[in-house]
Protein backbone atom coordinates (compact mmCIF):
# COMPACT_ATOMS: atom_id res chain seq x y z
CA UNK A 1 0.00 0.00 0.00
CA UNK A 2 1.34 2.83 -1.06
CA UNK A 3 2.62 5.99 1.70
CA UNK A 4 -0.37 8.96 1.40
CA UNK A 5 1.88 11.19 3.15
CA UNK A 6 4.73 11.24 1.00
CA UNK A 7 4.79 12.17 -3.36
CA UNK A 8 5.84 9.06 -5.59
CA UNK A 9 9.45 10.25 -6.58
CA UNK A 10 10.60 10.91 -9.67
CA UNK A 11 13.09 9.32 -11.86
CA UNK A 12 16.16 11.85 -12.38
CA UNK A 13 19.60 11.71 -14.42
CA UNK A 14 22.21 10.63 -12.02
CA UNK A 15 23.89 13.57 -10.85
CA UNK A 16 27.43 12.83 -11.68
CA UNK A 17 26.85 11.74 -14.63
CA UNK A 18 24.87 14.71 -16.10
CA UNK A 19 27.24 16.99 -14.35
CA UNK A 20 28.68 16.03 -17.58
CA UNK A 21 26.10 16.21 -20.22
CA UNK A 22 22.95 18.64 -21.67
CA UNK A 23 20.40 15.50 -21.49
CA UNK A 24 17.45 16.70 -19.55
CA UNK A 25 17.91 16.36 -15.46
CA UNK A 26 14.51 14.77 -14.87
CA UNK A 27 12.68 12.05 -16.34
CA UNK A 28 8.89 12.69 -15.17
CA UNK A 29 6.39 9.92 -14.31
CA UNK A 30 5.74 7.06 -16.63
CA UNK A 31 1.59 6.36 -16.47
CA UNK A 32 1.52 3.88 -13.71
CA UNK A 33 3.75 6.26 -11.13
CA UNK A 34 1.12 9.96 -12.54
CA UNK A 35 -1.57 7.33 -11.45
CA UNK A 36 -0.30 6.36 -8.43
CA UNK A 37 0.64 10.10 -7.24
CA UNK A 38 -3.19 10.84 -8.49
CA UNK A 39 -4.69 8.66 -6.14
CA UNK A 40 -3.21 11.50 -3.48
CA UNK A 41 -5.51 13.71 -4.82
CA UNK A 42 -8.26 14.68 -2.22
CA UNK A 43 -10.33 16.70 -5.22
CA UNK A 44 -11.13 19.50 -2.78
CA UNK A 45 -14.34 21.22 -3.41
CA UNK A 46 -12.98 24.50 -2.56
CA UNK A 47 -9.52 23.64 -4.40
CA UNK A 48 -7.15 26.40 -3.13
CA UNK A 49 -4.47 25.06 -5.56
CA UNK A 50 -6.33 26.66 -8.30
CA UNK A 51 -6.21 29.87 -6.73
CA UNK A 52 -2.66 29.53 -6.28
CA UNK A 53 -2.36 28.86 -9.79
CA UNK A 54 -1.43 32.46 -12.03
CA UNK A 55 -3.95 30.99 -14.72
CA UNK A 56 -6.43 29.13 -13.05
CA UNK A 57 -5.99 25.98 -14.10
CA UNK A 58 -9.00 22.86 -13.00
CA UNK A 59 -5.96 21.23 -11.05
CA UNK A 60 -8.37 18.44 -8.94
CA UNK A 61 -10.65 18.26 -12.49
CA UNK A 62 -7.39 16.98 -14.41
CA UNK A 63 -5.84 14.75 -11.71
CA UNK A 64 -9.19 12.93 -10.97
CA UNK A 65 -8.63 12.13 -15.40
CA UNK A 66 -5.20 10.99 -14.61
CA UNK A 67 -6.62 9.10 -11.34
CA UNK A 68 -8.61 7.19 -13.72
CA UNK A 69 -6.54 6.63 -16.70
CA UNK A 70 -7.73 9.16 -18.84
CA UNK A 71 -5.25 11.58 -19.73
CA UNK A 72 -6.60 12.92 -22.95
CA UNK A 73 -9.72 13.83 -20.97
CA UNK A 74 -6.58 15.68 -18.57
CA UNK A 75 -5.36 17.35 -21.53
CA UNK A 76 -8.47 18.63 -22.35
CA UNK A 77 -9.18 19.81 -18.75
CA UNK A 78 -5.43 21.94 -18.65
CA UNK A 79 -5.72 22.88 -22.16
CA UNK A 80 -9.05 24.98 -21.19
CA UNK A 81 -6.39 27.48 -19.30
CA UNK A 82 -3.43 26.87 -20.66
CA UNK A 83 -1.58 26.85 -23.72
CA UNK A 84 1.82 25.45 -22.56
CA UNK A 85 1.72 22.93 -19.90
CA UNK A 86 4.65 20.49 -21.08
CA UNK A 87 6.70 24.01 -20.35
CA UNK A 88 4.46 24.70 -17.15
CA UNK A 89 5.09 21.34 -15.79
CA UNK A 90 8.79 21.69 -16.21
CA UNK A 91 9.65 25.07 -15.02
CA UNK A 92 6.87 26.85 -12.79
CA UNK A 93 7.58 27.40 -9.26
CA UNK A 94 4.80 25.32 -8.09
CA UNK A 95 6.20 25.17 -4.82
CA UNK A 96 5.42 28.69 -4.26
CA UNK A 97 2.21 28.18 -6.29
CA UNK A 98 0.04 25.79 -6.62
CA UNK A 99 1.45 22.82 -4.35
CA UNK A 100 2.08 25.33 -1.63
CA UNK A 101 -2.04 25.85 -1.07
CA UNK A 102 -2.31 21.46 -1.09
CA UNK A 103 -3.99 20.56 1.73
CA UNK A 104 -1.99 17.31 1.47
CA UNK A 105 1.29 19.40 2.50
CA UNK A 106 -0.24 19.77 6.09
CA UNK A 107 0.50 16.62 7.11
CA UNK A 108 2.81 15.29 4.41
CA UNK A 109 4.43 16.19 0.76
CA UNK A 110 1.67 18.20 -1.40
CA UNK A 111 0.03 16.59 -4.69
CA UNK A 112 3.05 16.52 -7.52
CA UNK A 113 0.64 19.22 -8.96
CA UNK A 114 3.71 19.91 -11.67
CA UNK A 115 4.84 16.41 -12.18
CA UNK A 116 1.59 15.37 -13.57
CA UNK A 117 1.12 18.26 -15.68
CA UNK A 118 4.29 17.61 -17.25
CA UNK A 119 3.41 13.86 -17.13
CA UNK A 120 -0.18 14.63 -19.15
CA UNK A 121 1.26 17.15 -21.70
CA UNK A 122 4.45 15.08 -22.62
CA UNK A 123 1.47 12.47 -22.93
CA UNK A 124 -0.14 14.74 -25.44
CA UNK A 125 2.79 15.66 -27.52
CA UNK A 126 4.25 12.06 -28.10
CA UNK A 127 0.01 10.81 -29.22
CA UNK A 128 -0.20 14.26 -30.92
CA UNK A 129 -3.22 15.00 -29.18
CA UNK A 130 -4.92 18.19 -31.19
CA UNK A 131 -6.04 21.37 -29.89
CA UNK A 132 -9.24 22.30 -29.91
CA UNK A 133 -9.81 25.16 -32.63
CA UNK A 134 -12.13 27.90 -33.45
CA UNK A 135 -15.10 27.00 -34.81
CA UNK A 136 -15.06 30.03 -37.81
CA UNK A 137 -13.12 33.49 -37.88
CA UNK A 138 -14.26 36.27 -36.69
CA UNK A 139 -12.81 38.56 -39.18
CA UNK A 140 -10.64 41.12 -36.64
CA UNK A 141 -6.93 41.30 -37.32
CA UNK A 142 -4.11 41.36 -34.06
CA UNK A 143 -0.70 41.40 -33.88
CA UNK A 144 1.72 39.92 -31.26
CA UNK A 145 5.00 40.99 -30.70
CA UNK A 146 7.61 38.50 -28.92
CA UNK A 147 6.97 35.22 -29.25
CA UNK A 148 7.37 34.19 -25.66
CA UNK A 149 5.26 32.56 -23.35
CA UNK A 150 2.73 36.04 -22.80
CA UNK A 151 2.72 36.02 -26.53
CA UNK A 152 2.51 32.60 -27.17
CA UNK A 153 -0.67 32.48 -24.67
CA UNK A 154 -2.18 35.74 -26.03
CA UNK A 155 -2.00 34.49 -29.08
CA UNK A 156 -3.14 30.55 -28.73
CA UNK A 157 -6.52 32.14 -26.92
CA UNK A 158 -7.18 35.12 -29.20
CA UNK A 159 -7.41 31.90 -32.27
CA UNK A 160 -9.52 29.89 -29.86
CA UNK A 161 -11.89 32.62 -29.91
CA UNK A 162 -11.43 33.33 -34.12
CA UNK A 163 -9.11 35.89 -34.74
CA UNK A 164 -6.22 35.82 -37.50
CA UNK A 165 -3.30 36.41 -35.22
CA UNK A 166 0.36 37.04 -35.89
CA UNK A 167 3.17 37.18 -33.97
CA UNK A 168 5.89 39.25 -34.91
CA UNK A 169 9.34 37.70 -33.18
CA UNK A 170 12.51 39.33 -33.61
CA UNK A 171 14.93 36.28 -33.52
CA UNK A 172 14.81 33.35 -35.88
CA UNK A 173 13.42 31.33 -33.26
CA UNK A 174 10.34 31.31 -32.09
CA UNK A 175 9.55 30.55 -27.82
CA UNK A 176 11.89 33.70 -26.21
CA UNK A 177 13.16 32.87 -23.19
CA UNK A 178 12.41 29.42 -23.50
CA UNK A 179 14.34 28.73 -26.32
CA UNK A 180 17.41 31.27 -25.30
CA UNK A 181 17.55 31.74 -21.95
CA UNK A 182 16.36 28.21 -20.20
CA UNK A 183 19.13 25.32 -21.21
CA UNK A 184 18.46 22.33 -22.40
CA UNK A 185 18.79 20.10 -19.55
CA UNK A 186 15.82 21.60 -17.80
CA UNK A 187 13.80 22.53 -20.72
CA UNK A 188 14.01 19.89 -23.81
CA UNK A 189 13.70 22.03 -27.02
CA UNK A 190 13.20 19.99 -29.83
CA UNK A 191 11.13 17.29 -27.70
CA UNK A 192 9.03 20.03 -25.58
CA UNK A 193 9.65 23.46 -26.65
CA UNK A 194 8.88 23.30 -30.31
CA UNK A 195 6.15 20.50 -30.12
CA UNK A 196 4.02 22.93 -27.61
CA UNK A 197 4.40 25.46 -30.14
CA UNK A 198 3.89 23.56 -32.93
CA UNK A 199 0.71 23.40 -31.02
CA UNK A 200 -0.19 27.47 -31.37
CA UNK A 201 0.32 27.00 -35.08
CA UNK A 202 -1.97 24.16 -35.39
CA UNK A 203 -4.65 26.62 -33.69
CA UNK A 204 -4.13 28.84 -36.66
CA UNK A 205 -1.69 31.64 -35.55
CA UNK A 206 0.78 32.66 -38.08
CA UNK A 207 4.72 33.33 -37.13
CA UNK A 208 7.26 35.74 -39.06
CA UNK A 209 10.79 35.69 -37.55
CA UNK A 210 13.77 38.18 -38.04
CA UNK A 211 11.04 40.96 -37.51
CA UNK A 212 12.28 43.72 -34.58
CA UNK A 213 9.80 46.18 -34.14
CA UNK A 214 10.83 49.73 -33.57
CA UNK A 215 13.06 48.99 -36.80
CA UNK A 216 12.06 46.38 -39.27
CA UNK A 217 8.17 48.33 -38.97
CA UNK A 218 6.83 49.57 -35.96
CA UNK A 219 3.72 49.28 -34.06
CA UNK A 220 1.93 52.24 -35.79
CA UNK A 221 2.71 51.08 -38.88
CA UNK A 222 1.22 48.02 -38.23
CA UNK A 223 -2.31 49.12 -37.33
CA UNK A 224 -1.77 52.26 -40.13
CA UNK A 225 -0.78 50.52 -42.60
CA UNK A 226 -1.43 46.83 -41.97
CA UNK A 227 -4.52 47.14 -40.67
CA UNK A 228 -4.38 45.23 -37.35
CA UNK A 229 -7.15 46.41 -35.07
CA UNK A 230 -5.10 45.57 -31.69
CA UNK A 231 -1.62 44.71 -30.68
CA UNK A 232 -0.45 42.72 -27.86
CA UNK A 233 3.26 43.78 -26.77
CA UNK A 234 5.06 40.88 -25.12
CA UNK A 235 8.63 42.00 -25.59
CA UNK A 236 10.18 40.48 -21.98
CA UNK A 237 12.81 41.98 -20.30
CA UNK A 238 15.71 41.37 -22.16
CA UNK A 239 18.54 43.76 -21.24
CA UNK A 240 21.23 42.54 -18.94
CA UNK A 241 22.18 44.44 -15.58
CA UNK A 242 26.06 45.26 -14.54
CA UNK A 243 27.33 46.09 -11.13
CA UNK A 244 29.38 49.66 -12.33
CA UNK A 245 32.52 47.87 -10.67
CA UNK A 246 36.14 47.78 -12.41
CA UNK A 247 36.99 45.53 -15.04
CA UNK A 248 33.71 44.88 -16.07
CA UNK A 249 34.62 45.29 -19.90
CA UNK A 250 37.22 43.03 -19.76
CA UNK A 251 36.97 39.82 -22.09
CA UNK A 252 35.46 36.60 -20.82
CA UNK A 253 32.91 38.60 -18.52
CA UNK A 254 29.32 37.90 -20.29
CA UNK A 255 25.95 38.86 -18.84
CA UNK A 256 24.30 35.30 -18.07
CA UNK A 257 21.78 36.76 -21.19
CA UNK A 258 24.61 36.67 -23.74
CA UNK A 259 26.06 33.32 -22.02
CA UNK A 260 22.98 31.31 -22.07
CA UNK A 261 22.25 32.52 -25.94
CA UNK A 262 25.57 31.43 -26.72
CA UNK A 263 24.92 27.79 -25.14
CA UNK A 264 21.09 27.59 -25.82
CA UNK A 265 20.02 29.34 -29.20
CA UNK A 266 23.56 29.21 -30.92
CA UNK A 267 24.64 25.72 -29.15
CA UNK A 268 27.90 26.51 -28.45
CA UNK A 269 27.99 22.99 -26.33
CA UNK A 270 27.71 21.10 -29.27
CA UNK A 271 31.63 21.38 -31.56
CA UNK A 272 29.60 20.82 -34.62
CA UNK A 273 28.77 24.59 -34.09
CA UNK A 274 30.70 27.24 -34.41
CA UNK A 275 29.67 29.73 -31.73
CA UNK A 276 32.52 30.80 -29.59
CA UNK A 277 31.75 30.78 -25.97
CA UNK A 278 34.86 31.29 -22.82
CA UNK A 279 34.55 27.72 -21.70
CA UNK A 280 36.81 28.89 -18.50
CA UNK A 281 38.83 26.37 -16.30
CA UNK A 282 37.22 28.26 -13.63
CA UNK A 283 34.25 30.67 -13.63
CA UNK A 284 32.33 33.21 -11.31
CA UNK A 285 28.76 33.76 -11.57
CA UNK A 286 27.81 36.97 -9.69
CA UNK A 287 23.76 36.49 -8.35
CA UNK A 288 21.59 33.94 -6.67
CA UNK A 289 18.47 33.43 -8.85
CA UNK A 290 17.32 31.08 -11.63
CA UNK A 291 18.92 32.44 -14.29
CA UNK A 292 22.50 32.40 -12.29
CA UNK A 293 21.56 29.02 -11.80
CA UNK A 294 21.39 27.90 -14.94
CA UNK A 295 24.36 29.89 -16.09
CA UNK A 296 26.18 28.10 -13.15
CA UNK A 297 25.15 24.53 -14.47
CA UNK A 298 25.98 24.87 -18.11
CA UNK A 299 29.31 26.49 -17.10
CA UNK A 300 29.75 23.45 -14.79
CA UNK A 301 28.83 21.14 -18.12
CA UNK A 302 30.82 23.24 -19.95
CA UNK A 303 34.09 21.38 -17.93
CA UNK A 304 34.84 24.62 -15.75
CA UNK A 305 34.68 24.70 -11.79
CA UNK A 306 32.32 27.33 -10.77
CA UNK A 307 31.68 29.29 -7.99
CA UNK A 308 28.13 31.08 -7.60
CA UNK A 309 29.09 34.19 -5.74
CA UNK A 310 26.00 35.69 -3.90
CA UNK A 311 26.04 39.13 -1.81
CA UNK A 312 23.08 37.25 1.38
CA UNK A 313 22.86 33.95 2.65
CA UNK A 314 21.29 30.80 1.29
CA UNK A 315 18.03 31.55 2.69
CA UNK A 316 17.61 34.75 0.61
CA UNK A 317 18.98 32.74 -1.99
CA UNK A 318 15.92 33.67 -4.98
CA UNK A 319 16.89 30.76 -7.30
CA UNK A 320 13.86 27.54 -6.95
CA UNK A 321 14.99 25.68 -4.24
CA UNK A 322 14.87 22.37 -6.65
CA UNK A 323 17.94 24.42 -8.84
CA UNK A 324 19.77 25.29 -5.72
CA UNK A 325 19.81 21.82 -4.92
CA UNK A 326 20.54 20.06 -8.25
CA UNK A 327 23.27 23.15 -8.47
CA UNK A 328 24.93 21.75 -5.38
CA UNK A 329 24.61 17.79 -6.25
CA UNK A 330 26.64 18.44 -9.70
CA UNK A 331 29.39 20.30 -7.76
CA UNK A 332 28.61 23.90 -8.33
CA UNK A 333 31.01 25.80 -5.08
CA UNK A 334 28.58 28.55 -3.40
CA UNK A 335 29.94 31.54 -2.19
CA UNK A 336 27.31 33.17 0.27
CA UNK A 337 27.60 36.57 1.75
CA UNK A 338 30.29 37.10 -1.03
CA UNK A 339 30.37 40.55 -3.11
CA UNK A 340 32.55 41.42 -5.89
CA UNK A 341 34.56 44.55 -5.73
CA UNK A 342 36.55 44.73 -8.71
CA UNK A 343 37.43 42.03 -11.84
CA UNK A 344 40.96 41.46 -12.11
CA UNK A 345 42.62 41.78 -15.42
CA UNK A 346 46.15 40.57 -17.40
CA UNK A 347 48.02 43.12 -19.63
CA UNK A 348 46.24 41.71 -22.72
CA UNK A 349 42.79 42.35 -20.94
CA UNK A 350 41.40 39.06 -20.38
CA UNK A 351 39.99 37.98 -16.83
CA UNK A 352 42.73 37.01 -13.96
CA UNK A 353 40.36 36.78 -11.38
CA UNK A 354 37.99 39.36 -9.07
CA UNK A 355 38.53 40.96 -6.34
CA UNK A 356 35.77 40.31 -3.36
CA UNK A 357 34.02 41.46 0.14
CA UNK A 358 32.55 38.99 2.48
CA UNK A 359 29.23 40.44 3.66
CA UNK A 360 27.22 40.28 6.89
CA UNK A 361 23.29 40.85 6.89
CA UNK A 362 21.60 43.87 8.52
CA UNK A 363 17.99 44.74 8.84
CA UNK A 364 15.54 44.03 6.11
CA UNK A 365 15.86 46.65 3.01
CA UNK A 366 12.65 47.55 0.88
CA UNK A 367 12.77 44.00 -0.32
CA UNK A 368 11.52 42.81 2.91
CA UNK A 369 15.12 41.06 2.42
CA UNK A 370 18.27 41.20 5.21
CA UNK A 371 20.55 43.97 3.99
CA UNK A 372 23.72 42.86 2.75
CA UNK A 373 26.63 44.87 4.84
CA UNK A 374 30.43 44.86 3.80
CA UNK A 375 32.38 43.84 6.52
CA UNK A 376 35.28 46.63 6.69
CA UNK A 377 38.87 44.75 5.77
CA UNK A 378 37.34 41.49 4.44
CA UNK A 379 38.69 42.14 0.95
CA UNK A 380 40.10 39.04 -0.83
CA UNK A 381 40.84 37.60 -4.34
CA UNK A 382 39.67 34.30 -6.29
CA UNK A 383 41.37 33.60 -9.36
CA UNK A 384 39.05 32.86 -12.23
CA UNK A 385 38.77 33.37 -16.08
CA UNK A 386 35.82 34.12 -16.75
CA UNK A 387 32.78 36.27 -14.94
CA UNK A 388 28.90 35.69 -15.79
CA UNK A 389 26.88 38.67 -14.24
CA UNK A 390 23.26 37.25 -13.66
CA UNK A 391 21.98 40.20 -11.59
CA UNK A 392 18.62 40.64 -13.34
CA UNK A 393 17.49 42.41 -16.24
CA UNK A 394 14.61 45.02 -17.80
CA UNK A 395 12.70 46.06 -20.57
CA UNK A 396 14.72 47.10 -23.92
CA UNK A 397 13.67 50.85 -24.66
CA UNK A 398 13.48 50.49 -28.00
CA UNK A 399 9.42 49.54 -28.15
CA UNK A 400 8.34 52.30 -26.12
CA UNK A 401 10.57 55.01 -27.79
CA UNK A 402 9.13 54.30 -31.28
CA UNK A 403 5.56 54.11 -30.35
CA UNK A 404 3.70 57.14 -29.72
CA UNK A 405 1.76 57.52 -26.18
CA UNK A 406 2.58 54.59 -24.65
CA UNK A 407 3.97 55.13 -21.13
CA UNK A 408 6.53 53.20 -19.09
CA UNK A 409 7.57 54.00 -15.68
CA UNK A 410 11.16 54.34 -14.31
CA UNK A 411 12.03 51.14 -14.56
CA UNK A 412 11.37 51.20 -18.11
CA UNK A 413 8.51 48.60 -17.77
CA UNK A 414 5.68 49.34 -19.85
CA UNK A 415 2.99 50.94 -17.97
CA UNK A 416 -0.81 47.99 -18.35
CA UNK A 417 -4.04 47.13 -16.60
CA UNK A 418 -3.06 43.83 -14.79
CA UNK A 419 -6.98 42.68 -15.34
CA UNK A 420 -6.97 43.43 -19.30
CA UNK A 421 -3.40 44.54 -20.46
CA UNK A 422 -4.25 47.70 -21.77
CA UNK A 423 -1.92 50.35 -22.42
CA UNK A 424 -2.02 54.27 -22.08
CA UNK A 425 -2.02 53.82 -25.95
CA UNK A 426 -5.85 53.37 -27.64
CA UNK A 427 -5.80 49.39 -28.82
CA UNK A 428 -2.00 48.77 -27.36
CA UNK A 429 -1.96 45.95 -24.50
CA UNK A 430 1.07 44.55 -23.28
CA UNK A 431 2.02 42.10 -20.33
CA UNK A 432 4.37 39.77 -19.14
CA UNK A 433 8.43 40.77 -18.49
CA UNK A 434 8.07 43.67 -20.87
CA UNK A 435 5.38 45.00 -18.05
CA UNK A 436 6.23 43.74 -14.53
CA UNK A 437 9.82 43.55 -14.99
CA UNK A 438 11.84 39.81 -14.91
CA UNK A 439 9.21 37.48 -13.42
CA UNK A 440 7.99 34.04 -14.20
CA UNK A 441 6.85 32.19 -17.05
CA UNK A 442 3.60 31.47 -15.43
CA UNK A 443 2.80 35.05 -14.57
CA UNK A 444 3.90 36.39 -18.53
CA UNK A 445 1.30 33.48 -19.61
CA UNK A 446 -1.54 35.29 -17.07
CA UNK A 447 -0.48 38.30 -18.55
CA UNK A 448 -1.17 37.14 -22.03
CA UNK A 449 -4.75 35.56 -20.94
CA UNK A 450 -5.56 38.88 -19.85
CA UNK A 451 -4.21 40.45 -22.46
CA UNK A 452 -6.43 38.14 -24.91
CA UNK A 453 -9.46 39.06 -22.57
CA UNK A 454 -8.67 42.60 -23.19
CA UNK A 455 -8.41 42.97 -26.80
CA UNK A 456 -11.64 40.05 -27.36
CA UNK A 457 -13.86 43.22 -24.90
CA UNK A 458 -12.77 45.63 -27.27
CA UNK A 459 -12.73 44.08 -30.82
CA UNK A 460 -16.08 42.25 -29.79
CA UNK A 461 -17.84 45.41 -29.58
CA UNK A 462 -17.07 46.39 -33.20
C1 LIG B 1 17.92 31.88 -17.86
C2 LIG B 1 16.51 32.06 -17.40
C3 LIG B 1 15.92 31.06 -16.63
C4 LIG B 1 14.61 31.20 -16.20
N1 LIG B 1 14.04 30.19 -15.49
C5 LIG B 1 12.74 30.25 -15.15
C6 LIG B 1 12.09 29.17 -14.48
O1 LIG B 1 12.70 28.16 -14.16
N2 LIG B 1 10.77 29.28 -14.21
C7 LIG B 1 10.06 30.39 -14.57
O2 LIG B 1 8.85 30.41 -14.35
N3 LIG B 1 10.64 31.44 -15.17
C8 LIG B 1 11.97 31.40 -15.46
N4 LIG B 1 12.56 32.46 -16.09
C9 LIG B 1 11.76 33.67 -16.38
C10 LIG B 1 10.84 33.46 -17.56
O3 LIG B 1 11.48 32.75 -18.59
C11 LIG B 1 10.32 34.80 -18.06
O4 LIG B 1 9.67 35.45 -16.99
C12 LIG B 1 9.33 34.62 -19.23
O5 LIG B 1 9.95 33.98 -20.32
C13 LIG B 1 8.79 35.98 -19.69
O6 LIG B 1 7.97 35.78 -20.80
P1 LIG B 1 7.66 36.96 -21.83
O7 LIG B 1 6.75 36.37 -22.83
O8 LIG B 1 7.20 38.15 -21.08
O9 LIG B 1 9.07 37.35 -22.45
P2 LIG B 1 10.25 36.54 -23.18
O10 LIG B 1 10.23 35.09 -22.86
O11 LIG B 1 11.47 37.31 -22.86
O12 LIG B 1 9.90 36.70 -24.71
C14 LIG B 1 9.94 37.95 -25.34
C15 LIG B 1 10.13 37.76 -26.82
O13 LIG B 1 9.97 39.02 -27.47
C16 LIG B 1 10.96 39.16 -28.47
N5 LIG B 1 11.16 40.58 -28.71
C17 LIG B 1 11.74 41.50 -27.90
N6 LIG B 1 11.76 42.70 -28.47
C18 LIG B 1 11.15 42.56 -29.68
C19 LIG B 1 10.89 43.46 -30.75
N7 LIG B 1 11.24 44.74 -30.68
N8 LIG B 1 10.28 42.98 -31.85
C20 LIG B 1 9.92 41.66 -31.95
N9 LIG B 1 10.16 40.78 -30.96
C21 LIG B 1 10.77 41.21 -29.84
C22 LIG B 1 12.17 38.48 -27.87
O14 LIG B 1 13.12 38.11 -28.86
C23 LIG B 1 11.53 37.27 -27.20
O15 LIG B 1 11.43 36.18 -28.06
C24 LIG B 1 13.89 32.37 -16.52
C25 LIG B 1 14.49 33.40 -17.26
C26 LIG B 1 15.78 33.25 -17.71
C27 LIG B 1 16.44 34.36 -18.51
Known amino acids: MADMFKRVPVREQDAKVRATNFEEVCYGYNKEEAMEEAARCLNCKNAKCIQGCPVSIN ?18 VIGESSALPAICGRVCPQESQCECKCVRGIKGDPVSIGKLERF ?4 ALENDIKPQKAEKMNGHKVAVIGSGPSGLTCAGDLAKLGYEVTVFEALHELGGVLVYGIPEFRLPKEKVVKKEIEKVKELGVKFETNVVIGKSTTIDQLMEEENFEAVFIGSGAGLPMFMGIPGETANGVFSANEYLTRSNLMKAFDDSYDTPIAAGKKVAVVGGGNVAMDAARTALRLGA ?11 ELPARVEEVHHAKEEGVIFNLLTNPKEILVDENGWVKGMKVIKMELGEPDASGRRRPIEIP ?30 ETNRRKCIVAEEENGQTSKACVFAGGDAVTGAATV ?21
Open 120 to 123: VADY
Open 59 to 76: IPGFISKVKDGDIEGAYK
Open 305 to 315: EVHVIYRRSEA
Open 377 to 406: GSEYEIEVDTVIMSLGTSPNPLIASTTEGL
Open 442 to 462: ILAMGAGKAGAKGIHELLSQK
